[in-house]
């Protein structure tokens, strides 16, 4: 799948990614940490809720769905894209 199809998406194959949340895109470069789960060891992660999928893959192990606790932290990576970029990275002096 896409980023671009939709508007809500966390996805890591295993050496690249994104965020995405409306309008907000983040390229990532290193594996995502889960807010609450930080101590998974996380190989790849396809989180779209707008058409139910929410899935990861731990080092080693075959692909699983996502605990509730897993996706409130996808939710979290993704509230907090839209907070990040909200804000000004730098004040003018």
């Known amino acids: ?12 194959n295993g050496h690249h990614g994104a965020l995405r ?4 895109t983040r390229r990532l470069f290193e594996t995502p940490k889960l807010p609450g ?3 998974l ?10 058409v139910d999928v929410a899935q990861l893959r731990e080092a080693g192990e075959d692909w699983r769905e996502m605990s509730p606790s897993e996706v409130a932290g996808a939710e979290t990576l993704l509230a907090m894209l839209v907070t990040s970029e909200a804000m000004p990275l730098a004040v003018a002096a």
Request: no cysteine; glycine share 4%; aromatic share 18%.
């Open 37 to 39: 789960s930080e101590t």
């Open 41 to 50: 060891n996380v190989e790849e992660i396809d989180y779209a809720p707008e």
């Open 1 to 12: 799948m896409s980023i671009a199809l939709y508007q809500y998406r966390v996805f890591w």
């Open 21 to 24: 949340s409306g309008r907000h």
